[in-house]
């Protein structure tokens, strides 16, 4: 069955610095690829998604993600992190042809210091 | 309306309750999810609606649970006899029919954080 690994329950950076949160996904097809961000309280927002075209995605608040088939991988970066991206982030995959369950990891919580 | 909307946002009950989530998706939108995220875990899928189609009801976590959905619009989530591990959030999401990944683009609502005294 598929599954999701995000390496690192909780990742801590300083405001300014390299944000890198890691996903690494199981099967050997390559599915579809999400990466979701939850702030507190609120639902799931999509940040970017996967589709097998470009392997570099950028989505949405200056985050990109790689996709890395030979790694099964598909890390989630930003150049320079910002306050307001302290929340929860999701990678998730679906299967193609499938009805389009969501597997997700765990997740990792991010914390920005000043 | 805009989004996906859920209520209660919060319900707290006592053990042995059942409870009743109700989920309402985004217009058009005709695949519904639900699913239930524990405290420091990932979303576990519960059960999918996809039209007038027989539900995939496979991530139901026991007899206890289970859900609707009227024609193509809301949905309601019911844990009966709730106990202490039915505590966590529930969350909806809804996704446009069709192939591909159109229908792997999931909108979610905000929960319901459901706790079982």
């Known amino acids: 069955a598929q599954s999701v690994t995000q390496l690192g329950s909780h990742v801590s950076v300083s405001e300014g610095a390299l944000v890198l949160l890691r996903c690494n996904y199981s099967?050997?097809?390559?599915?579809?690829l999400f990466w979701y961000v939850q702030y507190p309280n609120q639902g799931l927002q999509l940040l970017l998604k996967?589709?097998?075209?470009?392997?570099l995605v950028k989505g949405i608040n200056g985050f990109e993600a790689e996709f890395k088939k030979s790694e099964t991988s598909f890390h989630l970066t930003k150049p320079s992190a910002h306050m307001s991206d302290a929340a929860e982030y999701f990678c998730a995959v679906s299967d193609r042809g499938s009805q389009g369950n969501l597997i997700f990891g765990k997740g990792t919580k991010l914390s920005v210091k000043p | 309306g805009a989004g996906v909307s859920q209520s209660p946002s919060n319900k707290v009950t006592e053990k042995g309750k059942d409870v009743e989530l109700r989920c309402d998706p985004i217009?058009?939108?005709?695949?519904l999810y639900w699913y239930r995220q524990r405290l420091g875990q990932g979303l576990e899928f519960l059960i999918y609606?996809?039209?007038?189609?027989?539900?995939?009801k496979s991530g139901l976590p026991s007899d206890r649970f289970s859900a609707e959905r009227t024609g193509e619009s809301v949905s309601t989530l019911t844990i009966q006899r709730t106990q202490q591990e039915d505590s966590a959030v529930y969350l909806c999401?809804?996704?446009?029919?069709?192939?591909?990944?159109?229908?792997?683009?999931?909108?979610f609502g905000a929960g319901t954080r459901l706790s079982v005294l």
């Open positions: 099967s050997s097809v390559p599915p579809y």
């Open positions: 999401a809804s996704s446009l029919a069709g192939t591909g990944l159109s229908k792997n683009i999931q909108y």
């Open positions: 609606f996809q039209g007038n189609s027989a539900p995939d």
């Open positions: 996967y589709t097998s075209a470009a392997t």
């Open positions: 217009s058009g939108h005709t695949a």
